[in-house]
């Protein structure tokens, strides 16, 4: 009897151990947990305020901006892998997608992964970082792309849990279609996420004004292209600050429209500058910039001005007049000015980008 009952008894301590081990695996592992501040998380995001200009194509890109929040519950959730049990993770649109086809965006393909905001014609793609990019061992992978509509899974061993109480990555909106005139008013859930064992576990809002530029701009705004500044001697420059006569050009904005509300303000025009062509700003403030790269080393730099001969500021947004309809003409001078002791003979060409914008 005694031996049966050991052999009775042997198979009973073996499989209490085998549970004793899968108790503890699942316990330590393959699970989600939220810790304190509450059970749901709620994410919103103001992204800022973006221009374009009437007359982009679709796909254009609008602007960027940062999707790093942190929850408004103050709250942390974190998952840990398991080899068993993968661990996963869906963010699902709550948008609506956007069903055409649009240009790649700095090569990445963003079709069927474009959602649509409340105004017509404004997309958003949500490119995801961390946790979800598959960028540490302690984060979930992509089945896909790490974009919303997204889907992942922990898998990699790792004695850190993966935490999910900030959203970060990129969302980059993107005309899908003609806006409407004026500032338009992003507001509204974008995505939601599910966790592993815990089924829903967030939603992520986000906001941003997109205002359409008014007026066109067309191939030939500059009145000059180049905008000749004159031949010189030497010797009229007499020292550093010496100036040269001005010469006026204009910038023309076409077909300019503003809001069609009765007796609402027109919105003011608004231009930033900054150099191009190896051109750089040496005094912004006072509207002094350097010469090409291609141009020859004469010891002068050229200064723009408003209309008034009052300096016109470089790498700020600059107010210059109220929206005309129909028209308006944006009216500045340019000189060319002494930087360097010695002024030697030569060819000198500057350069400027410039923005337009309206509010």
């Known amino acids: 009897m005694t031996s049966a009952l050991r052999s009775t008894l042997r198979p009973l301590v073996l499989i209490l151990g085998n549970l004793a081990l899968g108790l503890a695996s699942t316990n330590a592992y393959g699970r989600c947990a939220f810790g304190?501040?509450?059970?749901?998380?709620?994410?919103?995001?103001?992204?800022?305020?973006?221009?374009?200009?009437?007359?982009?194509?679709?796909?254009?890109?609008?602007?960027?901006?940062?999707?790093?929040?942190?929850?408004?519950?103050?709250?942390?959730?974190?998952?840990?892998?398991?080899?068993?049990?993968?661990?996963?993770?869906?963010?699902?649109?709550?948008?609506?997608?956007?069903?055409?086809?649009?240009?790649?965006?700095?090569?990445?393909?963003?079709?069927?992964?474009?959602?649509?905001?409340?105004?017509?014609?404004v997309g958003v793609y949500i490119d995801l970082g961390y946790p979800y990019d598959g960028s540490s061992t302690n984060s979930f992978s992509p089945d896909a792309v790490n974009a919303v509509p997204y889907s992942g899974a922990m898998r990699t061993m790792t004695s850190f849990p993966a935490s999910l109480s900030t959203i970060n990555g990129e969302a980059v909106f993107i005309k899908t279609d003609d806006i409407a005139a004026g500032p338009q008013r992003i507001a509204g859930e974008m995505f939601h996420g599910i966790v592993h064992d815990l089924g829903k576990v967030l939603d992520y809002r986000l906001?941003?004004?997109?205002?359409?530029?008014?007026?066109?701009?067309?191939?030939?705004?500059?009145?000059?292209?180049?905008?000749?500044l004159g031949d010189h001697k030497v010797e009229d420059f007499k020292g550093v600050g010496t100036y040269t006569p001005s010469v006026p050009f204009h910038i023309t904005l076409n077909d300019c429209q503003d809001s069609s509300v009765p007796g609402a303000t027109r919105a003011d025009v608004h231009v930033y500058l900054d150099g191009a062509k190896g051109s750089r700003a040496i005094d912004p403030d006072q509207g002094v910039f350097s010469l090409t790269s291609t141009s020859d080393d004469i010891g002068l730099g050229i200064q723009i001005l408003r209309s008034d001969g009052s300096p016109m500021p470089l790498q700020a947004d600059q107010l210059m007049k109220a929206l005309d309809i129909g028209l308006t003409r944006l009216d500045f001078q340019a000189r060319y000015v002494q930087i360097d002791p010695r002024v030697k003979p030569g060819v000198g060409e500057g350069a400027l980008n410039f923005t337009i914008t309206y509010r």
Request: hydrophobic letters at 40%; charged letters at 15%.
């Open 36 to 121: 304190t501040g509450g059970a749901y998380m709620t994410f919103v995001k103001d992204m800022g305020s973006f221009w374009i200009p009437r007359d982009a194509p679709v796909g254009t890109v609008i602007g960027k901006a940062r999707l790093f929040a942190r929850n408004n519950e103050s709250t942390t959730l974190e998952c840990f892998y398991d080899a068993a049990t993968p661990v996963t993770a869906r963010l699902p649109n709550t948008a609506p997608l956007f069903s055409g086809s649009l240009p790649p965006v700095e090569g990445k393909n963003v079709d069927g992964h474009v959602l649509q905001t409340n105004i017509p014609g």
């Open 207 to 228: 906001t941003a004004t997109v205002t359409r530029a008014q007026c066109s701009l067309k191939a030939d705004a500059v009145s000059a292209d180049p905008v000749l």
